[in-house]
């Protein structure tokens, strides 16, 4: 079964389940039931526009490069191996690869986007600046 969805500034996209086209959100994981229950939040996959892609690429090239990961690798590590959720601004949550003796963490800000989370933003953070967010979750 083919699905529309309706993207911001971007028009509108066909997925299916047996073949992406190019110009569709690449899936990049899933926000777990049991993590969602434990935040009240919604259990739904987790999408990558190209327009935001485009926006990580741009905005967070430099601190890419010096951990040696292209922008969708970045964003795939985080959402496979993240440690913390933390509220973001707004609606938003952070999903956080945390080692405190590090003075950077990994993370990537998630929005609900009917029935799926989009993310909006991916870059290696400051320690100091992600503790500051309140902490949802922790494995």
């Not at 526009?49 to 010096?66: F, V």
Request: proline share 1%.
């Amino acid at each position: 079964m083919i699905k529309l969805l309706s993207l911001q500034n971007n028009g509108y996209f066909m997925r299916n389940n047996t073949r992406a086209l190019q110009t569709d959100p690449i899936k990049v994981g899933r926000l777990k039931l049991t993590v969602a229950r434990k935040i009240n939040r919604k259990c739904a996959d987790i999408y990558l526009t190209s327009s935001y892609l485009k926006h990580i690429e741009r905005r967070h090239r430099a601190e890419l490069e010096n951990v040696g990961l292209s922008a969708i690798d970045f964003v795939k590590a985080v959402v496979k191996g993240y440690n913390q959720i933390r509220a973001g601004s707004g609606d938003s949550i952070l999903l956080v690869i945390f080692n405190g003796n590090l003075n950077y963490t990994a993370g990537i800000d998630l929005c609900l986007s009917d029935d799926h989370w989009e993310v909006k933003t991916a870059e290696p953070r400051k320690t100091e600046d992600i503790i500051k967010r309140k902490l949802l979750w922790e494995k």
